[in-house]
Nanobody
Framework: VQLQASGGGSVQPGGSLRLSCAAS????????VGWFRQAPEKEREAVVC????????YYADSVKGRFTVSRDNAKNTMYLQMNSLKPEDTAVYYC?????????????????WGQGTQVTVSS
């Protein structure tokens, strides 16, 4: 069981990227899922979580208004559209799922972490 993030790359400040999270061995439509990131020498932090139904979404304050999460349950995939990127968004981005249909308060409660995808924002 693994969630694999992809779509990272290098962009200039103000640019955009769209990340994808594909699941294998698990049906994402049964769970809340989230995006997370970890910058060098920093703790892993939650970026956004979307509930099973998609009706509840929690964004980190630092990305509100710039990032948009979506899920395509038919494709067992989740996406993160990142606009107006800033240098401080530079990090490895991961996706993972909640054990339940609702989002969890702690990053450590999420499971099925896969390899992340590097996002670098630099001029």
């Amino acid at each position: 069981v693994q969630l694999q993030a992809s779509g990272g790359g290098s962009v200039q400040p103000g640019g955009s990227l769209r990340l994808s999270c594909a699941a294998s061995g698990v049906t994402l439509r049964s769970y809340a899922v989230g995006w997370f990131r970890q910058a060098p020498e920093k703790e892993r932090e939650a970026v956004v979580c979307i509930s099973l139904t998609g009706t509840t979404i929690y964004y980190a304050d630092s990305v509100k208004g710039r990032f948009t999460v979506s899920r395509d349950n038919a494709k067992n995939t989740m996406y993160l559209q990142m606009n107006s990127l800033k240098p401080e968004d530079t990090a490895v981005y991961y996706c993972a799922r909640s054990p339940f249909h609702v989002c969890q308060a702690s990053t450590k409660s999420y499971i099925n972490w896969g390899q992340g995808t590097q996002v670098t924002v630099s001029s």
